[in-house]
């Protein structure tokens, strides 16, 4: 029998008697959220704006990008990878027969990104041993919990699914079982960003402007005032009819109006709106094409910030997850997945360079560890540590000088 079935055995859902016990939570897209601004805030609006789809795809796509390996932790503190272990395809090629690991990854992380969180379920044999993935749409799944029982309802499946079969990743939550979603929290600011893109395109669509008005000494009808505007506008109004020569006749007379400063405001606060959802999801402006803030002293930095306090939460929360879920007991304890970050965080050549001298010459790295980091194949003999001839332990060198 199966680790589900016995979970259903145990857990009778189909019995109406327990059903009142059931606590629900359901954290699903799309919703819309409500903002000053007046713009439908959800997923797939969210995403028309330029600054979120680029936060997005960033975190995705730097995680999705991360080797993600099966490692065994030795007796003595040392890990080894076991590229011969049967979870090691599953995790680091092939998680489904329908998508790589790339996409696996990148997925849950856009779910995250925008929902708060992201599932997939946990397919095995009968033996419990992990087999393969399936990605769930968070806005298909409900939480049910059940004093210290917890299950996925999902639609499309008929039976709720046991937490140990689901992997849940999530973003900051209030309550520990769901994520909090970005989109909802960040409603407001996300709805100021497409208003001002709504704006944006109103005013150029009208030829960037209402650029002047028409004068005349004469009395014109209402008839004629609208026939004169709409001759105007068919021949002049829209941006691909602007700044075309304008033939004026019958006492007309054209008189500009300057850009408004409100108007002239508008890319200062498209550019601060670019900066307020960057805010959001912690990601330097330059990573999302904002270069205004950016220099060439500070990218570097700014760039290994992003690793250390973006990603890395991210990481350790998949990492975790996927180290409970799918290995069995007996191996939970020598047995783990990791991302490998060692190429983000490598530097300029000539800071790798200066690093890796020091590593060999004080015998913390072999010639061949630092050629494995570079990508470069291994030498003979360059697997040697070495260190300085001139140097002893302090205790025998203090006894020594006694003596003397």
């Known amino acids: 029998m199966s680790l ?8 009778p859902f189909r019995n109406s008697s327990n059903r009142g016990a059931l606590e629900s939570y359901n954290r699903a897209l799309p919703n819309i959220f409500g903002n000053y601004a007046g713009k439908r805030v959800d997923e797939k609006t969210a995403l028309t704006l330029s600054a979120i789809w680029a936060c997005t795809k ?32 599953i995790i680091n090629k092939e998680p489904s027969k329908f998508y790589t690991t790339y996409t696996f990854i990148e997925y849950l992380m856009k779910s995250m990104c925008l929902n708060g969180n992201g599932y997939a379920i946990i397919n095995r044999d009968r033996n419990a041993s992990v087999v393969s993935f399936t990605c769930v749409n968070p806005s298909t799944v409900k939480i049910i919990q059940d004093g210290g029982f917890l299950f996925y309802k999902v639609k499309g499946y008929n039976e709720p699914i046991s937490s140990e079969d689901m992997i849940h990743v999530k973003n900051i939550t209030q309550d520990g079982l769901i994520g909090l979603s970005p989109v909802e929290y960040a409603a407001e600011s996300i709805g100021w960003g497409l208003a001002l ?62 850009l408004s400063n409100e108007a002239a405001q508008f890319l200062a606060s498209r550019q601060f709106s670019i900066a307020e959802i960057a805010r959001w999801y912690r990601v330097p402006p330059h990573l999302i094409q904002d270069l205004s803030k950016s220099s060439f002293n500070n990218i570097e930095m700014q760039s290994l ?13 998949l990492e975790q997850e996927f180290n409970r879920k799918i290995f069995k ?32 010459n004080w015998g913390w790295m072999s010639i061949n560890e630092v050629r494995r980091k570079e990508n470069m194949n291994s030498i003979p003999d ?3 540590h070495w260190m300085p001839l001139n140097m002893g332990i302090a205790k025998e060198n203090k006894q020594e000088n006694e003596a003397e």
């Not at 004629?224 to 602007?242: V, Y």
């Not at 992003?306 to 929360?317: E, G, H, K, N, S």
């Not at 490998?340 to 790798?352: C, E, I, Q, V």
């Open 4 to 11: 589900i079935d016995r979970i259903k055995n145990f857990f």
């Open 58 to 89: 960033v975190l995705s796509e730097s995680v999705a990008s991360l080797p993600f390996k099966v490692y065994e932790k030795m007796a003595d503190g040392d890990k080894i990878l076991r590229d011969d272990h049967r979870l090691y395809n």
């Open 197 to 258: 893109q709504t704006y944006g395109n109103t005013f150029f669509g009208n030829g960037a402007m209402p650029s002047g008005i028409l004068k005349t000494s004469k009395n014109l009808t209402t008839e004629s005032a609208e026939r004169l505007k709409n001759s105007w506008l068919n021949n002049h109004g829209g941006i691909n009819k602007s700044n075309k020569v304008a033939v004026l006749e019958d006492d007309l007379d054209f008189k500009p109006i300057s």
């Open 305 to 317: 910030e992003f690793v250390q306090y973006t990603l890395m939460p991210y990481l350790v929360r």
């Open 329 to 360: 007991v007996k191996d939970k304890n020598r047995l783990f997945v990791e991302f490998n970050t060692a190429g983000l965080l490598r530097g300029d050549a000539k800071t790798r360079a200066d690093l890796y001298a020091k590593a060999i």
């Open 382 to 384: 360059g697997d040697e």
